[in-house]
């Protein structure tokens, strides 16, 4: 069984950066796709950003140019750098990877919270 665990969240004044961090419990070699997604109070949940096994990265059009996805395959760690943070991007945040079956994992979620 695969685990996925984020860590990071919290609360940041607009304007402020987070970084979050998502620690899969075996190789990442493994997943053909990571990535973060969020989901808002009463809203579904969207893509915000994923990342292929070969370091394609993909982003939901509202966090272009401010977030960025990467992985670390030696540390098993993808990591979602959030800057110019807006009230708007208060969810939480999930890490999902894809593997080689398509089978899709979840971790648990992180608050972050923009608030001044």
């Known amino acids: 069984q695969v685990q996925l665990v984020e860590s990071g969240g919290g609360l940041v004044q607009p304007g402020g950066s987070l970084r979050l961090s998502c620690a899969a419990s075996?190789?990442?070699?493994?997943?053909?796709?990571m990535g973060w997604y969020r989901q808002a109070p009463g809203k579904q949940r969207e893509m915000v950003a994923t990342?292929?096994?070969?370091?394609?990265?993909n982003y939901v059009d509202s966090v272009k140019g401010l977030f960025t996805i990467s992985r670390d395959n030696a540390k098993n760690t993808v990591y979602l750098q959030m800057n110019s943070l807006k009230p708007e991007d208060t969810a939480v945040y999930y890490c999902?990877?894809?593997?080689?079956?398509?089978?899709?994992?979840w971790g648990q979620g992180t608050q972050v919270t923009v608030s001044s």
């Open positions: 999902s990877a894809r593997d080689v079956w398509r089978r899709d994992y």
């Open positions: 075996r190789s990442i070699f493994s997943f053909n796709l």
């Open positions: 990342i292929t096994s070969g370091g394609i990265t």
